[in-house]
């Protein structure tokens, strides 16, 4: 930050998202869901519990780390606008 009038201000420090660590809680919320709901879901015979397990393990995964994707992005967007703010804020005050 820029020296202003005898006072330093504090600088925040800011971390960025962990993307690879989103997807991969999403994509193991979803396995366990898909697996809570193979144990716990009604046995019809048609298939296998290992093809249940395997089918809902992977929905779940791809529909988690979707969601926990789509929740990273917005926490993207919103520190870039949050930026975009504070450079405009900075403009306008060194410009008066």
Request: aromatic fraction near 8%; glycine fraction near 12%.
């Amino acid at each position: 930050m820029a020296y202003r009038g005898g006072m330093s201000q504090p600088q925040k420090i800011r971390r960025a998202a962990n993307i690879p660590a989103f997807l991969l809680t999403g994509g193991v919320v979803g396995l366990v869901l898909g697996v809570l709901a193979t144990v716990l879901g009604n046995d019809d015979g048609r298939y296998s519990t290992a093809a249940a397990l395997g089918f809902f393990g992977l929905i779940g995964t791809a529909f988690g780390a979707a969601l926990k994707a789509q929740h990273c992005s917005r926490l993207l967007s919103r520190q870039r606008l949050q930026k975009a703010r504070q450079r405009e804020i900075e403009k306008v005050a060194f410009n008066h």
